[in-house]
């Protein structure tokens, strides 16, 4: 007969003092890993859009990056975030900008 109950975190996988801490650790990580899939899932419709944006000032004579435009949104990560935005925002663009 097999169980339904949920799998139980251990302590020794979380490394809490208690189950109380291990199952509350268990069960924010659990939510962590579905905010993470999210944040991915953005990440790459990002991703596409800026490609959509690239190809039409491409095509219409432009260049593929305008620097103003990223400085923008380095500020605008840098003003939410503090200065590990800046970075965040940095690696958004690398992924963004496709092969340079």
């Known amino acids: 007969m097999s169980s339904t109950a949920p799998a139980r975190t ?3 996988e979380t490394g809490a003092h208690t189950d109380e801490a291990a199952s509350l650790i268990g069960d924010a990580r ?6 993470d899939d999210r944040i991915i899932g953005l990440v ?12 039409a000032r491409i095509t219409s004579g432009g260049r593929r990056v ?3 435009r990223e400085m923008d949104v380095l ?3 840098r003003r939410a975030l503090g200065r590990p935005g800046t970075a965040l925002a940095m690696t ?5 900008r496709g092969r340079v």
Do not use: K, P
């Open 10 to 12: 251990s302590t020794e």
């Open 44 to 55: 790459q419709e990002r991703m596409a859009v800026s490609a959509v944006i690239q190809e």
């Open 92 to 96: 958004l663009l690398e992924l963004s």
């Open 75 to 77: 500020g605008h990560y």
């Open 30 to 35: 659990a939510r962590i890993d579905t905010l």
């Open 66 to 68: 305008n620097l103003s």
